[in-house]
């Protein structure tokens, strides 16, 4: 029997807006139309108390309060997320703790981009209107740290930038594996390929042809480099206007507006956690001792092992970003990584991405109750991390979420470095590109014999070369600059 605060998911809406001219506030509330119809059950609309948005880029204060006036809701407690690809998941296990406790009884979640209309009216000289909001407004609860994810250093150096980020943990990840540059790029274009296949097949895809490991693997006009070894077609696809939304709702609060069984879905478990919040505190760059603590916490309070979900979908904004989580989650290389086709091809609106595997999930669940989804949130260059397990079937014991942030805590730490190097040995490094494909510059992690990182880069057109043909971890850094938060230094010759 299901108890009365048992947590449901009973609709979810997803739309791409493909014509120009979106507004994030009109493509939320399309959505939280779509998932009220959705859930069968037009009762439930005057009983939402809560609307709960997830960060994005666009200038409202309190996104909620407009969404909640759009849709009929304007008494309903709004939230408003910080930023972070963790914040969707992380959000909807609050709200399922919450009507477990019963906090809550009806609840939506929305999200919404539209970067595709605002790059093409900075493009073509025009402004597309936002939707007026009063002044000096607020979100009746923000939810999410706050906390500066860089240091002065690696902001100097655009550590902070994700795509420089995750292309140096891939550098890692290929000296971990032994591969050859040329080795390495076929296999992660064939594992992005596998994305493009499962994107193709879902209908709510942005991108929905599949497209050939050596076509993402070429460099080309419309595939440039960006940071060795990304071309674009490896990276989060930020150039779309879409959104989605998710009604969460008691059990009783579903039964009672009349929404069919057989369109809930139930959340089972959840967990969280953050790795050691600076790249330059984290002891390798392609690990996530965070990632592995929370999914297995996560996987336990459901009473379930990896394999026996069916559904899967990992955080994709990069490949390095899907090899750590297949390998610090236990999941075969061979098997599905994605339900959507991930942040490349089913695209990847900033935070607002892992929306689209959850109303994926609820849809192919419903299809096939007996199954298990088994989805993960990252935010930030892998810091914060969120898991969450749906099915479609009540579980044997009452929702759970946990925090293992207290373990993560106490696993060894790089300490800051104190003083400029005389000499290093290289950790990992990518080269980043100019929009013409031209290599521009190299920027470096290297570690001292005490273990410190630092941050380095050079612009020597030889070493460029040699840092992108070779595997140069584990050699000395000799040509370039130091870089930390008091400026720079060059390195011994």
């Known amino acids: 029997m299901i108890d009365d605060r048992t947590p449901v998911i009973v609709g979810t809406g997803q739309y791409n807006a493909r014509d120009l001219g979106s507004e994030p506030i009109d493509l939320m509330a399309r959505c939280v139309d779509a998932a009220l119809e959705d859930a069968g059950a037009p009762a439930l609309r005057a009983a939402i108390s809560a609307v709960r948005v997830v960060w994005g880029v666009w200038p409202y204060a309190d996104p909620g309060r407009l969404v909640a006036a759009r849709v009929g809701t304007p008494g309903a407690r709004t939230t408003l997320t910080t930023m972070g690809g963790n914040q969707v998941y992380d959000l909807v296990n609050d709200t399922a703790a919450r009507i477990q406790r019963g906090e809550l009884e009806v609840a939506l979640i929305c999200a919404a981009e539209t970067l595709r209309t605002r790059r093409h009216d900075r493009a073509n000289g025009r402004s597309t209107v936002y939707v007026a909001e009063p002044e000096g407004v607020s979100p009746d609860e923000t939810f999410g740290d706050e906390h500066p994810m860089a240091t002065s250093a690696e902001r100097a150096l655009g550590i902070d930038t994700a795509a420089n980020f995750y292309a140096m943990a891939e550098t890692a990840i290929r000296h971990r594996n032994g591969e050859t540059v040329d080795a390495h790029r076929q296999r992660i274009a064939s594992l992005w390929a596998a994305g493009s296949t499962v994107a193709a097949n879902n209908p709510d895809a942005w991108f929905r042809r599949a497209v050939s490991a050596d076509e993402i693997a070429a460099e080309s006009d419309s595939n440039r480099p960006v940071a060795s070894p990304y071309p674009k077609l490896m990276t989060a696809n930020l150039n779309v206007d879409q959104g989605g939304a998710v009604l969460i709702c008691s059990a009783a609060a579903a039964a009672r507006a009349g929404v069919p069984p057989e369109r809930w879905v139930f959340p089972w478990s959840g967990a969280g956690a953050a790795d050691h919040w600076y790249p330059t505190n984290r002891w390798a760059f ?119 942030q207290t373990e993560v805590d106490a696993l060894p730490s790089r300490p800051a470095p104190t003083d400029r190097p005389a000499g290093t040995t290289i950790e990992t490094y990518t080269v980043t590109y100019g929009r013409d494909g031209t290599p521009q510059r190299a920027i470096v992690a290297c570690l001292d014999e005490a273990g410190c990182r630092h941050w380095a880069e050079t612009r020597d057109a030889d070493e460029l070369e040699r840092l992108l043909t070779e595997d140069c971890c584990g050699t000395p850094f000799v040509s370039g600059f130091y870089v930390d938060g008091r400026g720079s230094s060059p390195a011994a010759r």
């Not at 309070?301 to 236990?330: I, K, N, T, W």
């Not at 993960?376 to 914060?384: H, L």
């Open 286 to 404: 392609d690990e996530s001792p965070a990632m592995r603590l929370a999914g297995g916490r996560a996987l336990t309070l459901a009473g379930l092992g990896v394999d026996e979900c069916a559904l899967v979908d990992l955080y994709s904004c990069f490949p390095a970003a899907v090899q750590v989580a297949q390998r610090e989650l236990g999941i075969s290389p061979d098997r599905d990584w994605t339900i959507t086709g991930g942040l490349t091809f089913a695209a990847g609106p900033l935070n607002c991405y892992c929306v689209l595997p959850l109303v994926r999930a609820v849809r192919l669940l419903r299809e096939s109750p007996g199954n298990r989804a088994f989805l993960t949130g990252n935010g930030g260059y892998f810091t914060k991390h969120s898991m969450l397990v749906v099915a479609g079937e009540p579980p044997a014991k009452s929702f759970a979420s946990e925090s293992v």
